[in-house]
């Protein structure tokens, strides 16, 4: 059975840096495509990055684009997101995904596994 577990999120104000990390149990790691997802109080969960399985190509939101960097260590199975240059509109609970997104669309639908998330606070 696949595990997804989040870890590294915590307080932070804004303009400073996280990183986020996401260990993957009970599969092959480098055998699918790997993401961030976050989702706001009151608001839908949204892509942040995303990671194929070789890590020769990443995929951003626009939101998240020359602050943030997606990498993988595959073998430790496990997914990073750096986070820099932190803002307050960063606050969210942060998921790590599993799935299948070769045109980098960072489309919840083509991720099957997700984590439990951990909680990014930035404030003002």
């Known amino acids: 059975q696949m595990l997804l577990v989040e870890s590294g999120g915590g307080s932070v104000q804004a303009g400073g840096s996280l990183r986020l990390s996401c260990a993957v149990y009970?599969?092959?790691?480098?055998?699918?495509?790997m993401a961030w997802f976050r989702q706001a109080p009151g608001k839908e969960r949204e892509g942040v990055a995303s990671i194929d399985p070789r890590g020769d190509g990443t995929y951003y939101a626009d939101a998240v684009k020359g602050r943030f960097t997606i990498s993988q260590d595959n073998s430790k199975s496990t997914l990073y997101l750096q986070m820099n240059s932190l803002k307050p509109e960063d606050t969210a609970m942060y998921y790590c995904?599993?799935?299948?997104?070769?045109?980098?669309?960072?489309?919840?639908?083509?991720?099957?596994?997700w984590g439990q998330g951990t909680q990014v606070t930035v404030s003002s």
């Open positions: 009970g599969t092959t790691y480098t055998t699918d495509y």
């Open positions: 995904a599993r799935g299948w997104d070769p045109a980098g669309s960072l489309s919840q639908s083509a991720f099957r596994y």
